[in-house]
C-alpha cells in the first residue's frame, strides 16, 4: 500500500509540475499558444450593438442566430481571442471584442451587408473576379457573374451520404440543397445554360463550393458531391444555411471599453482572493493544526491547475469569470472540512489514526461527491441556457473549480495525510 501511496505522490508531483510550466506567463510548453485570455471588462476593446431587420423574416429566431453565425465567421477572420457575440431582444445582436485595436476595420468588416447568390461563369466583359475562396486548391473560372438566384430561394441545406456508385457499398458525404417554387424555376434555367459548366455559390463574397453541373435539374433539389470528409460536408451545409433568408443589420450604438478600467478590476480581484485565501488559511491552520496546513497546500495546489486549465481549455477570464473561481476556493476547502469532522468521528470511536484517515474520507466521499454534483449540474444548467457571455464565464469557471477540487481534496490530501500517519511524523497530525 505504501508503495502505492508513493507512485500517487510522484503522480500528483508531475501534474503539479506540469501546471506551473503552463502557469508562467511564457509557457515553456506552448510558448505563445498557451496565454491566458482576457475580457472585454479586464483587457478592454470594443462593444458593437447591431439591430436586424427581421421585417420580412418568417423565422426571426433561426434567421437571428444565422446573423449571429456570420458574424463569428468574420470575427474569426480579424484574428480576435474569444469574442462574446449574444442576442439581445427579439432584434439585436450584441458583439464584444476584446483588445481590438483598428476599430474602423472592425465595423467595416462585421457590418457590411451579406447575401448568398449562386454565380455563373461569364467573361471579362460581363463579369467580375472573386478573390476569395473557402477552398482555394480548388480550380475556379476566372471570372463569375451574377444571377438572379439568391439565398431567398433556398429552402434547405443537409449533409448525408450516399454510395459513390451503384456497384459501390462505400459511400461518400454529400450536400443535398432544395429549393421553393420559384427558385426551382431558376434553379431549372440555371443549370440548363451550364451542363458540364461551374455554378459558384457565393456567400458574403466569398465563394463557399463551385460544383460542376453534370445535367440540368428540373425538381428543384441537387446533391453537391467533392467534400472531403463528413466535417467538410458539415461545414458547407452550415454555410448555405447561414445564407438563407438573408437579414440586413444596422449598427446602433458602439462603445470603447478602457483597459486601464480593466487592469484596476484585475488588480482588486486578484487582492479579493488572496486576502481570502490568507483568511482561509488562519482559520484551517489554526483549527486543524497539521492537517488544516496540509489542506491548504492541497489548495495551492488546486488554485495552479485551476489556472493551469483555464489557459489550456483556454476560459476567457473577466471579472464574472474570477468572482466563479473565487467561489470555488471556498467550496474546494468545504471537502476538506466535511473530510477532516468525519476523521474525528471515526478517532473518538477508538480507531488507530491510519484507519480513521481510509475511513473517514470514505464515509465523507458520499456528502462530498453529491454536493459537488448539484453544484456541477447547475453550473451546466447556466452555461447552456444562459445567453450572457459573463454569465457563462462565470459558471465555466466555477465548474472547472469544483471537478479540480474532487481531485485535490480526495486524491491530494489523502495521500498526504496517508504518507505522515504511516511515518515517525504522524504524532503531527490532530483533527
Not at 33 to 49: F, H, Q, R, S, Y
Not at 55 to 70: A, H, P, R, W
Not at 133 to 156: E, I
Not at 274 to 284: E, N, T, Y
Request: aromatic share 6%.
Amino acid at each position: 500500500m505504501k508503495r502505492n501511496l508513493w507512485i500517487m505522490l510522484a503522480t500528483i508531483v508531475v501534474i503539479i509540475s506540469f501546471g506551473v510550466l503552463i502557469d508562467l506567463p511564457k509557457s515553456p510548453l506552448g510558448g505563445q499558444k498557451i496565454k491566458a485570455i482576457l475580457g472585454l471588462d479586464l483587457v478592454g476593446g470594443t462593444e458593437l450593438i447591431y439591430q436586424a431587420d427581421l421585417s420580412q423574416s418568417s423565422d426571426k429566431i433561426k434567421d437571428l442566430n444565422n446573423l449571429s453565425s456570420v458574424f463569428r465567421s468574420r470575427i474569426d477572420e480579424l484574428g480576435v481571442a474569444e469574442p462574446t457575440i449574444q442576442t439581445s431582444g427579439t432584434n439585436k445582436i450584441i458583439v464584444e471584442l476584446p483588445g481590438i485595436k483598428n476599430i474602423d476595420q472592425a465595423v467595416n468588416k462585421i457590418g457590411s451587408t451579406y447575401e448568398l447568390v449562386f454565380m455563373e461563369e461569364g467573361t471579362a466583359e460581363d463579369g467580375v473576379q472573386l478573390k476569395d475562396y473557402y477552398d482555394p486548391s480548388f480550380t475556379y473560372p476566372k471570372y463569375w457573374k451574377q444571377t438572379d438566384l439568391n439565398g431567398r430561394q433556398l429552402k434547405s441545406a443537409e449533409y448525408t451520404f450516399q454510395s459513390s456508385d451503384q456497384n459501390s457499398v462505400q459511400s461518400e458525404p454529400v450536400v443535398t440543397i432544395k429549393f421553393d417554387n420559384s427558385g426551382k424555376e431558376k434553379f431549372a434555367e440555371l443549370t440548363k445554360r451550364n451542363v458540364q459548366k461551374q455554378i459558384a455559390v457565393v456567400l458574403d463574397n466569398k465563394v463557399v463550393t463551385a460544383p460542376t453541373v453534370q445535367t440540368e435539374l428540373t425538381n428543384g433539389e441537387a446533391i453537391i458531391t467533392g467534400s472531403k470528409d463528413i466535417k467538410d460536408a458539415q461545414q458547407l451545409a452550415k454555410r448555405l444555411n447561414e445564407g438563407m433568408l438573408p437579414v440586413p443589420a444596422k449598427l446602433i450604438a458602439q462603445q470603447n471599453v478602457g483597459a486601464t478600467l480593466g487592469e484596476d478590476s484585475l488588480k482588486k480581484s486578484a487582492v479579493a482572493g488572496i486576502v481570502g485565501l490568507f483568511l482561509v488559511g488562519i482559520f484551517m491552520i489554526s483549527y486543524y493544526k497539521t492537517s488544516g496546513l496540509i489542506a491548504m497546500l492541497a489548495l495551492i495546489i488546486y488554485s495552479i491547475l485551476s489556472l493551469a486549465l483555464y489557459k489550456v481549455i483556454p476560459v476567457t477570464m473577466s471579472l464574472a469569470g474570477i468572482a466563479g473561481f473565487v467561489l470555488s476556493i471556498g467550496m474546494a476547502i468545504d471537502a476538506n472540512i466535511l473530510i477532516f469532522e468525519r476523521m474525528k468521528e471515526e478517532m473518538t470511536l477508538g480507531k488507530t489514526l491510519n484507519l480513521a484517515i481510509i475511513d473517514g474520507f470514505k464515509r465523507a466521499w458520499s456528502s462530498v461527491k453529491d454536493s459537488n454534483l448539484s453544484s456541477i449540474i447547475t453550473c451546466l444548467i447556466l452555461y447552456y441556457t444562459a445567453g450572457s457571455g459573463p454569465v457563462r464565464g462565470f459558471a465555466l469557471t466555477l465548474g472547472v473549480g469544483i471537478i479540480i477540487s474532487l481531485f485535490t481534496a480526495i486524491t491530494v490530501t489523502r495521500t498526504l495525510l496517508l504518507l505522515i500517519a504511516g511515518s515517525r511524523a504522524k504524532g503531527l497530525i490532530h483533527v
